[in-house]
């Protein structure tokens, strides 16, 4: 479990990162089944329900940006998800039942690796409660010079904002719009086999990797069981026996816990449908426009790896 520091840290900051849990085995079995995966996408020329492929990827270079529900495509990862010291510190944030929502595998190739724009996962899956958030395990050392997830610490408390553009989801907030203080993120750094957690209304992102390391960085969505989600939930296109095996830990549940959460449907959809990489396409300003971030010294001062 967590400790009671690391649960307070979470219930104020909206982040917390515990630190050598997964062992070396285990992240290189991990890593090696990603670098085959990457080798197999050698053979395709778009993304498919698998690969979620970058503009310039090719058979002679390939550039995968994300691996879509690694858990379907490799046990090792389930296997990860299922780790007990992992199991535990989501019971210690959301309870006993606790349902996996989505997973995907994150690459950011050294000198290369795209960034992600400013974002609140709430944004892109509101549900009757927020006991919701996600976990981002770090296959590789995540330092500030090669993207790690950055996080806005309290602002899980503040407004849900706008993620559309032109009437439009757009999976980003408009730095222009935003009354928000970027140069206050935090940039959540660790030695490999260790995870971070964010809130899903913790506005985060990433820059571009600027090293000459790769940064993969496995992400798990989790619920607790009562926290149903409003799109894409039994009857909408997805059966109770499919939402129900997602459940990872306790018991499922009809009954909902419905709370007074703030809430901005991410509708209608984006225009360019698929990750967060094609949604983001469509936002106009955009905050990563370079390829380092300007504070990037005072939010390595403000490393949250300890």
């Given at each position: 479990m967590l400790t009671k520091e690391q649960v307070?840290?979470?219930?104020?900051?909206?982040?917390?990162?515990?630190?050598?849990?997964?062992?070396?085995?285990?992240?290189?079995?991990?890593r090696r089944v990603t670098d085959e995966l990457v080798e197999r996408s050698r053979?395709?020329?778009?993304?498919?329900?698998?690969?979620?492929?970058?503009p310039s990827h090719s058979a002679e270079r390939p550039r995968v940006?994300?691996?879509?529900?690694?858990?379907?495509?490799?046990?090792?990862?389930?296997?990860?998800?299922?780790?007990?010291?992992?199991?535990?510190?989501l019971k210690s944030l959301l309870g006993p039942n606790l349902r996996v929502r989505n997973t995907k595998l994150n690459l950011k190739e050294a000198h290369v690796g795209d960034p992600v724009e400013w974002h609140q996962d709430w944004a892109f899956y509101p549900h009757t409660n927020e006991d919701v958030l996600a976990v981002g395990v770090m296959l590789d050392d995540c330092e500030i010079e090669n993207g790690p997830l950055l996080v806005l610490p309290g602002s899980h408390k503040g407004r849900v904002w706008s993620h559309h553009t032109d009437g439009y989801f757009c999976g980003a907030m408009d730095p222009t719009a935003c009354d928000v203080d970027f140069a206050q993120a935090i940039p959540c750094t660790g030695r490999a086999g260790s995870f971070s957690i964010h809130h899903a209304r913790t506005i985060h992102g990433s820059a571009e990797n600027t090293s000459n390391h790769p940064r993969r960085l496995l992400l798990y969505?989790?619920?607790?069981?009562?926290?149903?989600?409003?799109?894409?939930?039994p009857g909408q296109g997805r059966?109770?026996?499919?939402?129900?095996?997602?459940?990872?830990?306790?018991?499922?549940?009809?009954i909902p816990r419905v709370e007074p959460v703030p809430v901005i449907m991410p509708l209608?959809?984006?225009?360019?449908?698929?990750?967060i990489?094609?949604?983001?396409?469509?936002?106009?300003?955009?905050?990563?426009?370079?390829?380092?971030?300007?504070n990037a010294a005072t939010m390595q001062e403000r490393s949250c790896s300890n």
């Open positions: 307070e840290q979470y219930r104020n900051d909206g982040y917390v990162v515990v630190t050598d849990v997964f062992s070396d085995d285990l992240v290189q079995r991990m053979s395709i020329t778009a993304s498919n329900d698998v690969f979620d492929l970058a940006r994300r691996i879509k529900d690694p858990i379907k495509v490799d046990p090792v990862f389930m296997e990860a998800l299922t780790h007990p010291a992992l199991i535990a510190a969505e989790v619920a607790a069981a009562d926290a149903w989600p409003l799109l894409d939930g059966t109770l026996e499919a939402f129900n095996e997602r459940i990872i830990a306790g018991e499922p549940t009809i209608p959809p984006a225009p360019k449908q698929g990750s990489y094609e949604n983001q396409t469509s936002l106009k300003n955009r905050f990563f426009a370079t390829t380092a971030t300007a």
